[in-house]
């Protein structure tokens, strides 16, 4: 083996960076609890991750936050996980999502999906019938208000909150996609973090979203409208209102992709984008005695660790 792996009880501080998606105030939000770091002679990665029990036995996995967290990188290490020594881990198999952009921060990535991007480096593009609800939005009163993350008040978290609430609810999501309020003020506390939200006409909030900046692109994160605004849409406005501020930044802004391939998630978010980018992951399998013995006879499909499949 040409690298060694170890894992670090240190709540992803050896992966610590200032880009958000490896920040404190996101590792504290998502309740990192290790650093997986792999050596080479070439210099090193330190992944954040969650280690998890595998119900059933003492056995134990990992898997990265949510988001686009990769790795930090030292030196000109992308090591090949089949080059590696990951016994000192302990872990049955690791998932791992990978920044935008660059690199991946190890060898054999997969290509997972494909995110949608607007690069100010390239012409905005946009369909006429987008462009023309966003102006109908603002004659009738739609406004957006941009705030910096630490600086966004108790009540205005509150009220983007429960616009996003509202949205988890109508798509039945699952629970792992529902927040409290301890979730929104770590995401808020870093500066690299963003709260638009849409006043509506009558005062309330329309919708809202929280933008972040992580290796140099900055990420539509997280965003919910409320049920009595649907069908003005203004998440056109907002989607707008970032792309606007990206290219001030002059950084592309990614609109992330589709549930699917091709669903109409992905085809909204078409509209408003100029550049597509892969959405890599690793899948790897540090025992494999272990993780055949807990796989069974299911088959490997596009879900990863197959023993966890839903």
Known sequence: MSAVAELLADAGAAAESEEFFRSRAFLDAEGVTHT?????????????????????????????????PGASVAGAAQPDPGEVDWSATGLVSVFLRDRVGGEPCFAGATE???????????????????????????????????FDGPAATTAQRSAYALAYAETMARADAAKRYLYGPEYWDDLLSSPR??????????GGTAAGAIAVLSDGVVHYYLSGTADSHLSASPAKNLIAAVIDFAAELELPMNLGGGVAPGDSLEAFKKG?????????????????????ELAGDREQGGFFPVYRTP
């Open 36 to 68: 997986l770091r792999v050596s080479d002679r070439a210099g090193s990665v330190a992944a954040p991750v969650i280690v998890r029990g595998i119900a059933g036995s003492e056995l134990r996995d990992a898997i990265s936050p949510y988001g686009y």
């Open 112 to 146: 997972r999906s494909v995110l949608q991007l607007s690069d100010p480096a390239t012409q905005r593009k946009s369909r006429m019938s987008d462009r023309q609800q966003i102006r109908r939005n603002e004659r009738d009163g739609y406004r957006i208000e941009r």
């Open 193 to 202: 973090s963003w709260l638009f939200l849409v006043h509506a006409p009558d």
């Open 272 to 292: 408003f984008a100029n550049l597509e980018l892969p959405f890599r992951t690793h899948e790897i399998v540090c025992d494999p005695g272990a993780y055949r």
